[in-house]
């Protein structure tokens, strides 16, 4: 879902019968980082999970951990990946809109997105913003990590006045800052990210 039609005709769920270049096969070293820091913490929702190697990763660390995506195709791998690597008494994998996260009935601790954020246009972004905050506990995180549209790269970004648009009364936004984002084809994408660590007002 996006505000640009391009982006809306693009089939994420045909992109997972391959295996697409954001898909690197390990968590991304940013958010393994602030898993290992404490900043990602208790029962942990990763939104746009993709193939779930993020939500893996934070389920070896000993988190409960709930991965949903729109894409069938990559719930199927993670689903997958969770049995073959022992862990899916820790980890779910669930087709799910992002938009309507409070139908799943539960809270979290922290929820992570890598890699959905920076598909929205500023409207969409808010209304995304509203369905997280069904999903958070008051004092959860959201952490998002995105592609920084500073070069002028060719495919979905973001920026800093679309992440505080989104994230606006009863959020608290303790960082923002430039990192990179991990994919299989440089040339495809220039690494530029946005890391955006924000907290639900109690």
């Known amino acids: 879902m996006s505000g640009d039609d391009s982006e809306e005709e693009f089939d994420f769920n045909d992109s997972y019968l391959g295996t697409p270049p954001w898909d690197i096969g390990r968590p991304q070293p940013v958010l393994v980082e602030l898993e290992a820091t404490g900043v990602i913490i208790g029962a942990i929702l990763d939104v746009g999970c993709g193939t779930g190697e993020n939500a893996l990763h934070y389920a070896e660390r000993g988190h409960s951990v709930l991965g949903v995506d729109a894409a ?23 087709v799910h809109d992002a938009f309507d996260l409070a139908s799943l009935g539960e809270k979290f601790d922290t929820i992570t997105d890598c890699g959905l954020f920076h598909v929205f246009n500023s409207e ?21 990590l995105g592609f920084s549209e500073r070069d002028g790269r060719i495919g979905p970004s973001t920026n800093e006045a679309i992440i505080r648009r989104a994230f606006g009364e009863g959020w608290k936004i303790d960082e923002i800052r430039e990192t990179t984002f991990e994919t299989t084809d440089p040339a495809m994408y220039n690494h530029h990210a946005l890391l955006a660590v924000v907290t639900k007002a109690n």
């Not at 069938?72 to 669930?94: H, P, Q, T, Y």
């Not at 969409?124 to 998002?144: D, F, H």
Request: net charge positive; aromatic share 6%; glycine share 10%.
């Open 72 to 94: 069938e195709n990559a719930i199927s791998k993670a689903r997958e990946k969770a049995k073959n690597r022992g862990l899916s008494d820790r980890v779910r994998f669930e």
């Open 124 to 144: 969409v972004a808010v209304a995304y913003g509203e369905s997280l905050n069904t999903a958070l506990k008051p004092g959860g995180r959201y952490v998002m």
